[in-house]
């Protein structure tokens, strides 16, 4: 080892989802939209010569888009690359006592990873039997709170009341609610942002709005919160959003009625699926996301998870104890879906035999 | 305040020079290559409807585009969202002991941001009377050094020795050479990387690619120090490096020819430019960047500044003691050049008659 090696942070990091480098795969792994970007983005021209100029620091023409859509002054919206860039920022501005943070024990497997390198003392909060959040748990003394809802990987969505709750009786910390996944059918906490200061909910362009290549994440909450967000943000990196991320974003926006009818899609499609892999013996949880997490009583999920590998499709299986018998699938068309179905009926038939 | 506000980080944000919202300007005060990217990122599709996916988080054609370019192992290639980013996380990784980090005190402003953000100790050590770097400075107990060479705002350039001498003296930390404006004549530490496994060389899309809109930076080291850097890179965001970026970014290094021809107009430009001043009462620090650092001896900086911004001209102007009557002006293209040297003539004739 060499000297400086004992003066440097060294951490374990997040693992993403596979991203199979071969083409002809059924990708139901990362939670990305089956479907292209709107026809606007698809048909938009990029000036590609003014790539020599820095882009707008502010992002204004996105996060002036995004201000609009949802109906708030431009000076409650923070972006990001990615909203996994936004949580990483939000860690740093407001998880910044010496108190534990507090978030489940079954959710999005990067909190920790930025707790941890952060050096941030946090602490698991175990879902129930049912894999719900257990709102009481988290009406203490503590040093932020964030969640998904509805939740990763679960799917399961918990409504207003329930956020309001945890919100309302958290005033000496901020609560960050991670809406990844709330356009397929989640309750958003949005309403809460112009009574409570401590709020900050954040999305993403990566899953409803097929826009994962794109890098684009935002938060919303009080022009305060706000602005603590956008100090640390300028002094990490002035210029995070490019050019094209800064009008394809803005050009997404405005197409709602591609936007409803992809959302729409999907949701129907999860549905049906849900249903037939339940008459296959599966388990499946409530979903309100793009994804189903499911669980089968007598075929091991990781047996499940490298037999579909195999014939190259692709789902998401995480180790850790209470979850390891479940299979996080996204939605994906319903040709692909019937796919995996075809596989998942040969494999259990296969399975029954032995 | 609110009650939540007394546990968050509070921080005084970099300033980034001014990006004017108006059209018809000559901006002379980011560092912005004059000439548009090479005709082959003009010319490159890109098919938005893989945006739907998520990128290869490990940006590979774009890495090991950056690895061919140099000679290097893939391995030894960071990327990240412009040389900000890159430098961000090379704080948070490699300047983590108690002792204090080194840097001049007439350098790149955003140092201290981050020191100051990430609670690392620092020292500013003063650059000479010539502003220049002084060498034994940096030979001695440090926390890790980190400087731009060539150095800004000042544009002057080290040679290979003087880094040598400062890296091979320095084995306990990490040292960071900032080559952005390296391309424009000065002498790159890259050879330096295979003999020491405790330097780090940074450059940037942004200034002789003409690229500042697509967000590119990238860090050539050792492979130990890459792979602690992406660790952490991993822990932060696992996605940084969007689509466009990528694809974009291979493109502009494909072509040299393009690149170098690119280059040589910007110094050829800033030769010329230099001696055209000179001629008019102004010391010009010996560049080897895209700007040159000017100072005039009867007219004060800052009221140059001030009458070029109403005649729509945008210079820099820093207002710390030592560097309060300098000018850093970008090398634009020739007729913007000649449009700033009018202005000037004439405003040195006005002030002469005062």
Redesign the interface.
């Known amino acids: 080892m060499?000297?400086?090696?004992?003066?440097?942070?060294?951490?374990?990091?997040?693992?993403?989802g596979e991203?199979p480098?071969v083409k002809d795969v059924i990708?139901l792994n990362?939670n990305?939209?089956?479907?292209?970007?709107s026809p606007k983005?698809?048909a938009?021209n990029?000036d590609?010569?003014?790539?020599?100029?820095?882009?707008?620091?502010a992002a204004s023409l996105l996060v002036n888009a995004i201000a609009e859509y949802h109906c708030v002054k431009p000076g409650q919206v923070f972006v990001g690359?990615?909203s996994?860039?936004v949580i990483?920022m939000s860690f740093?501005?407001?998880f910044?006592?010496e108190?534990e943070i507090l978030f489940p024990d079954i959710t999005y497997s990067f909190y920790d990873?930025?707790a941890?390198?952060l050096k941030i003392p946090f602490k698991r909060m175990p879902v129930n039997s049912d894999f719900r959040i257990v709102k009481e748990d988290y009406i203490c003394d503590n040093?932020g709170i964030i969640f998904p809802n509805p939740n990763a990987p679960t799917g399961i969505s918990e409504g207003l009341d329930f956020i309001e709750e945890i919100v309302k009786n958290n005033?000496?910390?901020?609560v960050i609610i991670d809406e990844a996944y709330v356009d397929f059918g989640g309750e958003t906490a949005l309403p809460l942002i112009e009574k409570y200061?401590?709020l900050l909910v954040v999305r993403t362009f990566?899953k409803s709005r097929?826009?994962?290549?794109?890098?684009i994440g935002y938060a919303i909450g009080n022009e305060?919160l706000i602005k603590?967000l956008?100090?640390?943000?300028?002094?990490?990196?002035?210029?995070?959003?490019?050019?094209?991320?800064i009008i394809?974003g803005a050009e997404s926006l405005a197409d709602d009625e591609y936007f409803k009818e992809t959302v729409k899609k999907v949701v129907i499609t999860r549905e049906w699926f849900t249903d037939e892999v339940k008459k296959l013996g599966f388990t499946v949880l409530p979903s309100s996301a793009n994804f189903v997490f499911m669980s089968h009583e007598k075929a091991p999920a990781e047996d499940i998870f490298k037999a579909a590998r195999e014939k190259r499709i692709f789902v998401r299986h995480f180790s850790s104890d209470r979850i390891k018998n479940y299979l996080r699938v996204t939605i994906g068309t319903d040709d692909e879906m019937k796919v995996f179905l075809e596989f998942l009926k040969e494999y259990l038939n296969g399975y029954a035999l032995n």
């Open positions: 060499s000297e400086w090696e004992k003066n440097i942070r060294k951490t374990i990091p997040y693992v993403p991203q480098k990708k990362t990305e939209n089956p479907y292209p970007p983005v698809l938009k990029l590609m010569k003014s790539l020599r100029l820095y882009p707008d620091p690359v990615g996994d860039d990483a740093i501005t407001f910044n006592s108190k990873v930025w941890e390198m040093g005033t000496k910390s901020v200061d401590n990566s097929s826009m994962a290549g794109i890098r305060k603590y956008s100090d640390i943000k300028y002094s990490f990196n002035s210029y995070t959003m490019n050019m094209p991320s394809l």
